[in-house]
Antibody, heavy 122, light 107 residues
C-alpha cells in the first residue's frame, strides 16, 4: 500500500525550533516530488512548496520562502519540514502529499499524509 | 500568481440532488492543469479530478469535472451521504494555488 505517515502533534512555544517528518512507503520514494500544505484552523488549503527526494531540489511558495525549510533523506524515505523560530501564527495542520505524476514540481497530489498538528503558544 | 475563486461558498442540498461547483481562475491555466479535492472533517484531502476532467483512481463516475481556460466545474450528479464535505480546486499550471473551498452541506 502506498502511504505517507507523518510525525505526531507538536506543542511548542514562540521562538522554538521544530522539524516534522513524512515517511513514504509502498513506492519508489525518490521518484515523486513531496509537497507540503498548510491548513490553519477552520481555513482552507495553502500550497507551501515541494521537494524532490532524489536531489533535494526545492520550490517554495513566495508566501513561505524564508519562513520554512524543506529537506529529505532518501535513505530513510522521509521528507522534513522545519522552522527555526516558530510564531503563534504557525499554528496549523500541516500535510505532506505526493506529486501525482512524479516528474514535475507543479502537480496535483494523489497520496496524502494524515497531517501533523502544530500548536505554538506565545 | 493565479488566484482561484470558488463559488458558491456553501451549497445546501439533499441526498440524490445534483451539485454544481464552480472554480474561476484569474488567468488562463496552462494545459488545463486543474485538480479537485474532497476534504471531510478531521481527514486529509482526497484527489478527485486532475487535468480538469480526468477522474483519479477509484473515484465514481457520478463525479465529473469539466472546463478550460479560466472556468472550471465539478459536478456530483446524485449526492450520496458520503459526498457532503468541503471541495477545493487547485491549479498546477503555474506555481500551484488552491481555491478557498466550497462546502456542500445537507439541506
Amino acid at each position: 500500500e502506498v502511504q505517507l505517515v507523518q510525525s505526531g502533534a507538536e506543542v511548542k512555544k514562540s521562538g522554538e525550533s521544530l522539524k516534522i517528518s513524512c515517511e513514504g512507503s509502498g513506492y519508489n520514494f525518490m521518484s515523486f516530488w513531496i509537497g507540503w500544505v498548510r491548513q490553519m484552523p477552520g481555513k482552507g488549503l495553502e500550497w507551501m512548496g515541494v521537494i524532490s527526494p532524489a536531489d533535494s531540489d526545492t520550490r517554495y511558495s513566495p508566501s513561505f520562502q524564508g519562513q520554512v525549510t524543506f529537506s529529505a533523506d532518501k535513505s530513510v524515505s522521509t521528507a522534513y519540514l522545519q522552522w527555526s523560530s516558530l510564531k503563534p501564527s504557525d499554528t496549523a495542520m500541516y500535510f505532506c502529499a505526493r506529486s501525482f505524476s512524479g516528474s514535475y514540481p507543479n502537480d496535483a497530489f494523489d497520496v496524502w499524509g494524515q497531517g501533523t498538528m502544530v500548536i505554538v503558544s506565545s | 500568481e493565479i488566484v482561484l475563486t470558488q463559488s458558491p461558498g456553501t451549497l445546501s442540498l439533499s441526498p440524490g440532488e445534483r451539485a454544481t461547483l464552480s472554480c474561476r481562475a484569474s488567468q488562463s491555466i496552462p494545459s488545463n492543469y486543474l485538480a479537485w479535492y474532497q476534504q471531510k472533517p478531521g481527514q486529509a484531502p482526497r484527489l478527485l479530478i486532475y487535468g480538469a476532467s480526468s477522474r483519479a483512481p477509484d473515484i465514481p463516475d457520478r463525479i465529473s469535472g469539466s472546463g478550460s481556460g479560466t472556468e472550471f466545474t465539478l459536478i456530483i450528479s446524485r449526492l450520496k451521504p458520503e459526498d457532503f464535505a468541503v471541495y477545493y480546486c487547485q491549479q498546477y499550471g503555474g506555481s500551484p494555488t488552491f481555491g478557498q473551498g466550497t462546502k456542500v452541506e445537507v439541506k
